[in-house]
């Protein structure tokens, strides 16, 4: 069965470090993987996704994640966090690009201190 | 443009009574989805509506969970009987393209007792 997993279920940064959230997948076959964030309260939204082309896909509020097939791996990254960005973040993979079989990992949750 | 909007943002109620969650998607969109958010499992996909039919009910749990969507602008989730199991964030979301991104509601969060 295809899944995600995501390694760290909690990071804790101070503001203005880098951070890097880890994302790992499980599958053979052409996969699409997208990065959701949810902040305290909220539903998700998407981050950024990756279908195919340039395996640096950056996002929405200076996040970029790296596509990695050889290691299959989707890592998302920000080279200097805000108080701001304190959430949950979802790594998510689908087998055919669309939101019918999207399958989320557990989350972790990012936490900024000042 | 005010976004999926899910009703009740809390709920409490006691084993065995009927719950009913509910949807409305963002006007235009045609596909709809139902997730439940636990810490224990993650978010889990429990059915989905294109065009306000179901397309996929195979993650509904058991025969106490049902979904209908009798217009393009509203969806409803009902539970019955509630069992304390059943405590959850549920979470609409539409989109208007099976490619196109999510769009989540706040979610409703039930606690069954």
């Known amino acids: 069965a295809q899944s995600v997993t995501q390694l760290d279920s909690q990071v804790p940064v101070f503001e203005e470090a880098p951070v890097e959230l880890r994302c790992n997948y499980s599958?053979?076959?052409?996969?699409?993987l997208f990065w959701y964030v949810q902040y305290p309260n909220q539903g998700l939204q998407l981050l950024l996704k990756y279908l195919s082309g340039s395996t640096l896909v950056k996002g929405i509020n200076g996040f970029e994640a790296e596509f990695n097939k050889s290691q299959t791996s989707f890592h998302l990254r920000k080279p200097s966090v805000h108080i701001s960005d304190t959430a949950e973040y979802f790594c998510a993979h689908s087998p055919q690009g669309g939101s019918e079989k999207l399958v989320f990992g557990k989350g972790t949750k990012l936490t900024v201190n000042p | 443009d005010a976004g999926v909007i899910q009703s009740p943002r809390h709920e409490v109620t006691e084993m065995g009574q009927e719950v009913t969650l509910r949807c409305k998607p963002i006007?235009?969109?045609?596909?709809l989805f139902w997730y439940r958010q636990t810490m224990m499992r993650g978010l889990e996909l429990l059915i989905y509506f294109n065009n306000n039919v179901p397309i996929d009910d195979s993650g509904m749990p058991e025969d106490r969970f049902s979904a209908k969507m009798p217009n393009a602008s509203f969806s409803t989730l009902k539970i019955q009987p509630s069992e304390p199991r059943d405590s959850a964030v549920y979470f609409c979301?539409?989109?208007?393209?099976?490619?196109?991104?999510?769009?989540f509601g706040n979610g409703t969060r039930l606690t069954v007792t």
């Open positions: 599958s053979s076959v052409s996969v699409y």
């Open positions: 006007s235009g969109h045609d596909y």
């Open positions: 979301a539409s989109s208007s393209l099976l490619d196109s991104p999510l769009h």
